[in-house]
Nanobody, 126 residues
Framework: QVQVVESGGGSVQAGGSLRLSCKVS????????MGWFRQAPGKEREGVSC????????IYSPSVKGRFTISRDNAQNTLYLDMNSLKPEDTALYYC???????????????????WGQGTQVTVSS
């Protein structure tokens, strides 16, 4: 049974930093693309960043590029999102997703995600 568990969210002031973690169990983590998504109140869920299973490809939303960094530690079955220079508009519930099929490329497409976590809240105050 695959489980996806996010952690690391919290409340910070604008300009601050946070590191989100996503632990995946029950599957061969290293064989799957992974991604971070977020949903703000009243808005649709959007892709933030994703990484291929080979780590050779990373994709960022234009709104976070240059401020956020995605990485993965296959030995720890963990995905990370380092968030710097946080802005109030980054406030959202952040979700981690594992790719649906092994050896897939990085993608924000919902149909290409197989398992989702419950989310971790990030709140940025001005």
């Amino acid at each position: 049974q695959v489980q996806v568990v996010e952690s690391g969210g919290g409340s910070v002031q604008a300009g601050g930093s946070l590191r989100l973690s996503c632990k995946v169990s029950g599957s061969a983590f290293e064989n799957y693309a992974m991604g971070w998504f977020r949903q703000a109140p009243g808005k649709e869920r959007e892709g933030v960043s994703c990484i291929s299973w080979t780590e050779k490809t990373t994709i960022y939303s234009p709104s976070v590029k240059g401020r956020f960094t995605i990485s993965r530690d296959n030995a720890q079955n963990t995905l990370y999102l380092d968030m710097n220079s946080l802005k109030p508009e980054d406030t959202a519930l952040y979700y981690c997703a594992r790719g649906r099929t092994p050896y897939g490329g990085a993608s924000f497409e919902n149909k290409k995600q197989g398992y989702w976590g419950q989310g971790t809240q990030v709140t940025v105050s001005s």
